[in-house]
């Protein structure tokens, strides 16, 4: 494949140097146990056999999807996505800043090989936080115009503003008026929310908007406010809402150590086990994690033992955080702690360093965030040591980002 021979051996030192930030050597994968990804100019394995694909419409947009997407976040091998369209898979999950954009080139070059209109593709876009109306919409159309172009493209079919958190977000005017207009030219066909965090009220904002179409999500067996996520989407999607959901495998594992592995396949059958979800993107990198999935379309009974697999392993706190922030207003140093434990999992759970300090670098932190404190009060909803989960994953902003893929 070519290349500069030293370069790669500076990345791979790089990385083995911050292999004690994670407590394994870490890399670009999914969020699951990461195994060798092949690239783009490598043969893939013969594709999984088409087995059964459940469907489901997708609320008022009419789009019929496999009820199990891929989110391509992690992914940087095409023939994967082919191989998930030819099994059955017909809904791909992308946005605009994944691995700096080479994400959405990758699932471009990967789309070449079918028709266009066989797949509901969607993407991300953040609303820009800066700036006055004006200038704010240029350059949220600017960088759809961008994704457009590594997409190869000239429409997605659903766009989101991606991670809003509150109602506020949602009716901001001036992201209506731009994601109206994007929809008017036809440059994306529906448009939504995406969310990470005070779901229930972010999806019913988008329900009473009466202009977003879709809602994607975080929604899995491990949030404490769970009832109150199912409530929200079930109004959504009763009014029409279609229901994505993500973060479904509630980060991949019990432990640090990463010994102990979330039963995959149990926690997918207990997102779409609600009818109200429509769809969902795990992330998968690898051609095994895409059979484990496909399985699940086979049915969505869960078996004894795996709901013994849902339940709360005693004393391990996991990897997930639901973002509540019941945290925020214990720390005396006003810490973004959500969003620092959002990075851990990038990193720890997912194996993504490159997504952990894009995260970080949004940040607005001291060079040792807990210096100031001998000890620390907070008491997380899940249990996580916070202080100790905090100064690991901040060493990970002296990394070059360009090393971390």
């Not at 990461?34 to 489901?56: C, D, F, I």
């Not at 406010?225 to 279609?242: F, N, T």
């Not at 980060?251 to 010994?259: A, Q, S």
């Not at 051609?287 to 399985?295: A, S, Y």
Request: glycine share 10%; with cysteine; proline share 7%.
């Amino acid at each position: 494949m070519g290349g500069n021979p030293e370069g790669i051996e500076r990345r791979s030192l790089i990385k083995a140097g911050l292999a004690g930030l994670a407590g394994v050597a870490l890399g670009a994968s999914c969020g699951r146990t990461p195994e060798p990804v092949t690239h783009s100019l490598e043969p893939a394995p013969a594709p999984p056999a088409k087995g059964p694909v459940m469907t489901r419409t997708l609320g008022r947009t009419g789009l019929n999807v496999s009820i199990v997407g891929m989110g391509v976040m992690n992914a940087d091998n095409p023939r994967l996505v082919e191989a998930a369209l030819a099994a059955g898979i017909n809904h791909v999950d992308t946005a605009h800043g994944y691995q700096n954009g080479r994400n959405e080139e990758m699932v471009g070059q990967a789309l070449k090989t079918v028709k266009r209109d066989a797949v509901v593709l969607a993407t991300k876009v953040p609303p820009p936080g800066e700036g006055d109306a004006t200038r704010r919409k240029a350059r949220y159309l600017d960088m759809l115009e961008i994704s457009l172009r590594r997409l190869a493209t000239d429409y997605v079919d659903i766009l989101y503003l991606h991670n809003l958190s509150s109602r506020a977000g949602v009716f901001d005017e001036a992201m209506l008026e731009v994601a109206a207009g994007i929809k008017q030219t036809g440059k994306a066909r529906f448009i939504g929310v995406s969310t990470h965090s005070n779901e229930p009220e972010v999806i019913r904002a988008a329900k009473d908007s009466g202009v977003f179409d879709v809602v994607l999500t975080a929604y899995n067996f491990r949030q404490d406010h769970r009832e109150e996520v199912r409530k929200a989407i079930v109004e959504a999607a009763g009014a029409g809402l279609g229901i994505v959901a993500m973060k479904t495998q509630a980060g991949v594992y019990w432990d640090r150590e990463r010994l102990l592995p979330i039963n995959m396949t149990a926690a997918l059958k207990w997102v779409l086990r609600e009818p109200s979800v429509h769809t969902s993107i795990p992330g998968f990198t690898t051609f095994d994690q895409l059979e484990t999935d496909l399985k699940v379309m086979a049915g969505l009974e869960l078996t004894p033992a795996e709901r013994l697999d849902l339940d709360e392993q005693p004393g391990m706190a996991g990897l997930y955080c639901q973002q509540c922030g019941q945290c925020r207003p214990q720390c005396p140093a006003a810490l973004p702690i959500p969003d620092l434990m959002r990075s851990y999992m990038y990193a720890y759970g997912y194996r993504n360093p490159g997504l952990a300090h894009d995260v970080l670098a949004e940040l607005d932190l001291p060079g040792d965030p807990c210096a100031g404190c001998a000890t620390c009060d907070i008491r997380c909803a899940k249990g996580f040591p916070v202080r100790e989960r905090v100064r690991d994953i901040a060493r990970l902003r002296n990394a070059p980002r360009d090393l971390l893929g």
